[in-house]
Each structure stands twice: as C-alpha cells, then as structure tokens.
T-cell receptor
Framework: QQQVKQSPQSLIVQKGGISIINCAYE??????FPWYQQFPGKGPALLIA?????SEKKEGRFTISFNKSAKQFSLHIMDSQPGDSATYFC????????????FGKGTKLSVKP | GAVVSQHPSRVICKSGTSVKIECRSL??????MFWYRQFPKQSLMLMAT?????????EQGVEKDKFLINHASLTLSTLTVTSAHPEDSSFYIC????????????FGPGTRLTVL
C-alpha cells in the first residue's frame, strides 16, 4: 500500500501550546519522512524530515517523533504561534522506483492568540 | 534551503488556449522534477515525474497529450496545458529533487491557472 494517513484534519491550539499532528503508513519500504508547511496560495515548504534510523529529530520548535515498529510519525510544534497557522502535510517516499512523495491529506492548524 | 521558482504565479486564459508554466531550480541541479495539481483544501496530486533528457512519466488518469512536460535542462522543466478548459483551472505546483530517490524535494510557489 502507498497510503499515508494523517490526522487530525484540523487543529486549533492556543498560543504557546503544543501542536501535534500524526501520520501512519503501511509500506515498510518508506525510508524518508518529510513534513511540509503550506500557507494559502503558496507552495509547500520543507519544514523538517527524518529517516528511520533515528527516533526523533528536532529543529528549533519543530520535532519529528518516529516509531518504526508502529509505522507512525508525528510532528510536534512547541510554543505554537499565530504565525504557525497553516496547513501541514506529512509525506513518505522510498529510494526505489522514482522515489515519489506520497502525501497525507493535510492538517489545517489554527493558533489562536 | 534550495530555491525553486515558478512562472507565472497567476494566469488567466480563455478556453481553448494553451498555457506554459515554467519551473526552475535556482541554486541546484535537479535531475528529477515533479508536477502536482492541488484543488482547494485538498492535498497535492502528483501529475507527472520529469527526468532531465527523457520523457515524463505520467500518473494514471493524467492525459499526456493535454499536459505536455519538457525537462530540457537540469534546472528547467515546463508544463504546457494544451487547449485549456475551465475544468483545468487549478493550482499547479512543481518541485525539484536534489539528488536521487529519497532525497529532499523542494517546491515552487505554485501557479494559479484560471480558464474562462
């Protein structure tokens, strides 16, 4: 299976809170898991990515947690700010074939001041 | 990070005309570029994968003769929507991959196509 399931569909968080978005996958051949941030009318921007040889990666306020056995990975946004309000997409790809990204359906995050 | 540009950012055309969208990787060479289509409040839908110097690989359901893709150099890919119709109105986004499969993929800012 090529599907990547993302939840929740939408999320409202208070300023300063933690935003958590989850993704699950089926294909054990996936070995690259990026997260993208997209503002309305703009292209997605690569936020942070992880490979399955590590369980966590942190860049500033953004952290990816990866659970290989559960085939799940999540994005945590610490100290969420109104400027973080955007749609977030998880994705996965393999090194094989064309290595195309398989995207989740997206999570619309709203951070309330 | 790597920069990918798209031109134009917005285009309005009449039904039956053709529209060309350019995608450029500005600071790296991209052997592979991708073209996506995105409808409002939906995820990105891969249309085709473009490898420099070879024919594009189209996803199932995407008309090759309608969406012409050319990847003539390591920094430029073009998408031509031929004989555009109102149902082709959408947000078209390209991306460029820095390296082989499993490497980072960087997206352009998108092109909003409106067909009247």
């Amino acid at each position: 299976q090529q599907q990547v399931k993302q939840s929740p569909q939408s999320l409202i968080v208070q300023k300063g809170g933690i935003s958590i978005i989850n993704c699950a996958y089926e294909n054990t051949a996936f070995d690259y898991f990026p997260w993208y941030q997209q503002f309305p009318g703009k292209g997605p921007a690569l936020l942070i990515a992880i490979r399955p040889d590590v369980s966590e990666k942190k860049e500033g306020r953004f952290t990816i947690s990866f659970n290989k056995s559960a085939k799940q990975f999540s994005l945590h946004i610490m100290d969420s700010q109104p400027g973080d309000s955007a749609t977030y997409f998880c994705a996965a790809s393999t090194r094989g074939s064309q290595g195309n990204l398989i995207f989740g359906k997206g999570t619309k995050l709203s951070v309330k001041p | 990070g790597a920069v990918v540009s798209q031109h134009p950012s917005r285009v309005i055309c009449k039904s039956g005309t053709s529209v060309k969208i350019e995608c450029r990787s500005l600071d790296f060479q991209a052997t592979t570029m991708f073209w996506y289509r995105q409808f409002p409040k939906q995820s990105l839908m891969l249309m085709a994968t473009s490898n420099e110097g070879s024919k594009a690989t189209y996803e199932q359901g995407v008309e090759k003769d309608k969406f012409l893709i050319n990847h003539a150099s390591l920094t430029l890919s073009t998408l031509t929507v031929t004989s555009a119709h109102p149902e082709d109105s959408s947000f078209y986004i390209c991306s460029a991959r820095r390296g082989g499969p499993g490497r980072e993929q960087f997206f352009g800012p998108g092109t909003r196509l409106t067909v009247l």
